[in-house]
């Protein structure tokens, strides 16, 4: 383009051909030494007077290369742009040459770092979101083990009875674990195989408190289809027989979809135990729940607990699949 342009412009394509032959090279060598030379060695390490100091001392010798080169092998008029017959390293040739040299360097430069740039931001993007995978998956690995640690000792408690429930509970167990070992190893699952999980725990927990315990489960929308991340609901759910009422406590789930909006509403109530002080006993499971959470929606769910009339209330909206 630079020889077309001058070419066109003296109407003299050989002259314009020589002179870009020995000024692009000398052009190249500059950018590359200001880009991965003086940039990274000053400019990036904040030595902003030893960089300025190269950087004139080169372009005075690029200068001097060019003019040189450009008299012995071009032309003997060093600056054929201007009037008349000029003379080289008079002060208007440098600043010419020099302010010309320098348009090159720092568009040649803002490519570069804008590329650069937008490579170390995808970089970092993607090492953010293996960051935040790993801890989602930390923390959905933690759910496993407290679940089954309370469900343990639940069955203990039985043995030591000697309650003809063991052999179911120990069946109900084998069905979750089978579910929590083989079945949420994807980021999303059926909110109706979440369901099931649900029923499951809640029939386990009946077995060990009996007819003590009342569940109702309601389902608003079609739910088919339906996707959301495991695990998500159950700490509420142990929540309900942890710190609830151990006589007479009914717990009721309600889930709504909402298709036009692509929402999902979980709320779940029990007969609270004003003996237990939930939001300080309710252990690893919901404050995991909240950080996945965070960690999955950012700020685009909404996560309501409260109690009234002698009843603990939990809402949560999310946005699905």
């Given at each position: 383009m630079n020889f077309i342009r001058w070419g066109s412009y003296f109407?003299?394509?050989?002259?314009?051909?020589?002179?870009?032959?020995?000024?692009?090279?000398?052009?190249?060598?500059?950018?590359?030494?200001?880009?991965?030379?003086?940039?990274?060695?000053?400019?990036?390490?904040?030595k902003y007077v030893h960089f300025f100091t190269y950087f004139i001392v080169s372009l005075a010798l690029l200068y001097t290369i060019r003019t040189g080169l450009n008299y012995l092998l071009v032309t003997e008029n060093i600056w054929p742009e201007a009037e008349g017959v000029q003379k080289a390293f008079t002060f208007n040739h440098i600043v010419a040459v020099v302010l010309g040299e320098i348009y090159v360097i720092t568009l040649a430069s803002a490519i570069k770092?804008?590329?650069?740039?937008?490579?170390?931001?995808?970089r970092n993007d993607q090492l953010q979101k293996q960051q935040l995978q790993t801890e989602l998956n930390f923390l959905k690995s933690?759910?496993?083990?407290?679940?089954?640690?309370?469900?343990?000792?639940?069955?203990?408690?039985?043995?030591?009875?000697?309650?003809?429930?063991?052999?179911?509970?120990?069946?109900?167990?084998?069905?979750?674990?089978?579910?929590?070992?083989?079945?949420?190893?994807?980021?999303?699952?059926?909110l109706l195989k979440?369901?099931?999980y649900i029923h499951s725990y809640i029939d386990l927990e009946k077995l060990r408190y009996g007819d003590s315990i009342e569940s109702q489960l309601t389902i608003k929308g079609n739910v088919d289809g339906v996707n959301v991340p495991p695990l998500l609901f159950l700490p509420f759910i142990e929540n309900?027989?942890?710190?609830?009422?151990?006589?007479?406590?009914?717990?009721?789930?309600?889930?709504?979809?909402?298709?036009?909006?692509?929402?999902?509403?979980?709320?779940?109530?029990?007969?609270?135990?004003?003996?237990?002080?939930?939001?300080?006993?309710?252990?690893?499971?919901?404050?995991?729940?909240k950080r996945r959470?965070?960690?999955?929606?950012?700020?685009?769910?909404?996560?309501?607990?409260?109690?009234?009339?002698?009843?603990y209330l939990v809402r949560l909206k999310i946005p699905v699949e």
């Open positions: 109407n003299d394509y050989w002259y314009s051909l020589k002179s870009n032959l020995v000024e692009f090279p000398l052009h190249i060598i500059i950018v590359y030494f200001n880009i991965y030379y003086l940039i990274p060695k000053f400019i990036l390490n904040k770092l804008t590329v650069d740039w937008i490579a170390e931001k995808r933690q759910i496993q083990p407290h679940f089954f640690f309370n469900t343990l000792n639940n069955l203990y408690a039985l043995a030591i009875e000697k309650s003809n429930n063991t052999p179911e509970v120990i069946l109900k167990l084998s069905e979750i674990m089978q579910y929590v070992l083989y079945e949420v190893k994807e980021p999303k699952i059926s979440e369901i099931n309900c027989f942890k710190h609830g009422a151990k006589n007479n406590n009914t717990i009721v789930i309600k889930i709504s979809f909402d298709k036009k909006d692509k929402e999902l509403v979980f709320t779940v109530e029990n007969n609270f135990n004003s003996s237990n002080d939930i939001e300080s006993k309710h252990g690893i499971g919901i404050e995991n729940v959470l965070q960690l999955l929606f950012n700020d685009n769910f909404i996560l309501k607990t409260r109690i009234l009339d002698n009843k």
